[in-house]
């Protein structure tokens, strides 16, 4: 197998990869997908790109499958870097896809939740999240060991693959609890075997700097991407309205993309210069590199950038005053520095800041039943055992099952998968609360703290887990318990039972904890 020259170069401190984003559009044969095959044809003839990144059902409407996008412009002499995100299709799907990826040799993965679905055929479409990105980086790094699972004869063990995958994170959130969760998210995306990261899309020089230091801090050693979007007025409009769930815009930023249209060129080479300076200020932080995006970008205008932003480098540090587009009242994670218009190294003191969320009443009923009939060394809990095993079998069993999804319907709107995670998400339920089931963490399309798809409406779930554990100083647990994917073994069976008898994720983890004598 050749060598993955996107992969080297990022792994390189002497070189300075450039990715660039390919849109495949809705179509087989239509403009866009013949239009990116000849952007990819240039940029691999052009050796300035080191992978082309390729988009998966952005803004959650249908376009081509950007595996099959792929693996054309793999035949083209570049690299693809593919955008594996892990909606509408199941765990089943992603593996087969997998499995396909690695035997026509596309190895970089930028793996993510992806965008809630909002139109296709005849009408929406179901959403289907049965992974989140944590969990597809585990069964992406397993592959890359060489998966095992039981089979007829034996344990089966698989060929290693040789995938090089990545994940996102947001540093460009506007709450302390959704920046928070975006941090606790990504330490669990590098445990699970993320290589590198890439920033989510924004124009704030301070949130590039923070994330930059938070990796460093936290000892997250794998090159940090940034993110470079060449923005025109229309974009930056639906983006400032949240119509591109995760892309900040700031009122400030969009008055003078309003203002710069108007100029004899319609804005272009404003946009260009814009994108340059980014590029030179991210090279000059200390990106191991740069991703491009923008609609509708052409070659030539990719090359310019890089042209320009290389030239721009060695004046980086007077460069920051352009992208200074603070999200108003929004939350940093470090200390201001005011001589370089970024950060210093010292955190800010979260733990008297306000709660971007109100704390339901029946949390405290929640904790109170927990710890009385949940923990081993408490007297309910031994009991509640022996009832489950006396129960689990028996006439009653249908009734006793009745009785408990019932009162968690109208405590936690439950939707009985049977494996609960109610204890890993402060008393509320991702499965029923979280529109893409996201089980160990909030996704990038939050919006001030309201919830991707119901903004303004519904407050994200890990918000309201945040700030209930932050009442109490407990906050860290979402950055510590990583959630395995629901086993639907268990689906509409009493969780109660799964626990006591050990037959859910809890319960497991519970026993793995135990000291042996």
Known sequence: ???????????????????????????????????????????????KIH?????????????????????????LGI?????????????????????????????????????????????????VFDLDPVHALQLIAQMNRGLTYPGIKGTVRHHPADFFPGAVVSPFKATESEQMLQ???????????????????????????????????????????????????????????????GSVVTDKLLVELDRERNDPDKGEGARILRAARLYAVLKGMGFAG?????????YEQVKEIIRQGEALVPQWP???????????????????DP??????????????????????STYGFSRLFHKLMFEPEKKLYGAMKNLCRIVEGSKVEGLFHKLEHWTKVVLFDCKDCGDC????????????????????????????????????????????????????????????????PCNWDLYQTSSWINFYLGKDHTSKRQSSKEPTS
Not at 430 to 451: D, I, L, T, V, Y
Request: glycine share 8%.
């Open 339 to 360: 001589e370089t218009g970024l950060n210093r190294e010292t955190p800010v003191k979260r733990q008297d800041r306000p709660l971007d969320a109100a704390i339901e």
């Open 183 to 245: 941090y606790y998210k990504l330490k669990k995306k590098v445990e699970a075997g993320a290589r590198f990261i890439v920033t989510q899309l924004g124009y704030d020089a301070r949130k590039f700097h923070e994330v930059l230091l938070f990796m460093k801090q936290e000892g997250l050693n794998i090159p940090l991407v940034g993110n470079i979007y060449i923005l025109p007025y229309g974009a930056a409009r639906m983006m400032n309205r949240n119509d591109l769930p």
């Open 51 to 75: 992978a082309l990144t390729v988009t998966d059902n952005p803004g959650g409407t249908p376009a081509m499958s950007a595996n099959f996008m792929g693996l054309e412009i793999l035949k």
């Open 421 to 484: 995670a109610l204890i890993d998400l402060a008393y509320l339920c991702p499965m029923s609360q979280c529109p893409k089931n996201e089980r160990n963490g909030a996704c990038g399309g939050s919006f001030e703290g309201w919830c991707e798809v119901y903004p303004g409406k519904k407050k994200c779930v890990y918000v309201r887990a945040y700030a209930r554990l932050k009442k109490r100083r407990e906050e860290k647990q979402l950055e510590k318990c990583c959630v395995p």
């Open 79 to 127: 690299e693809p870097l593919i955008h594996f995100t892990c909606k509408d299709k199941n765990r089943n799907q992603i593996e087969s896809e997998l499995y396909a990826l690695d035997r026509a040799g596309a190895r970089n993965l930028l793996v993510m939740s992806g965008d809630y679905p909002v139109s296709g055929f005849q009408g929406r479409p179901a959403p």
């Open 290 to 298: 740069v991703h491009i995006g923008g609609h509708n970008i052409k």
């Open 1 to 47: 197998m050749q060598g993955n020259h996107f992969k080297e170069a990022l792994l390189n401190r002497d070189k300075f990869p450039v990715t660039w984003e390919l849109v495949p559009g809705r179509g087989a044969r239509e403009a866009p997908q013949e239009n990116a095959l000849v952007q990819a044809k240039q940029a691999a003839d052009g050796a």
């Open 318 to 336: 007077d460069l920051v005053l352009y992208f200074d587009y603070p999200i108003p009242g929004g939350f940093y994670y470090y200390e201001c």
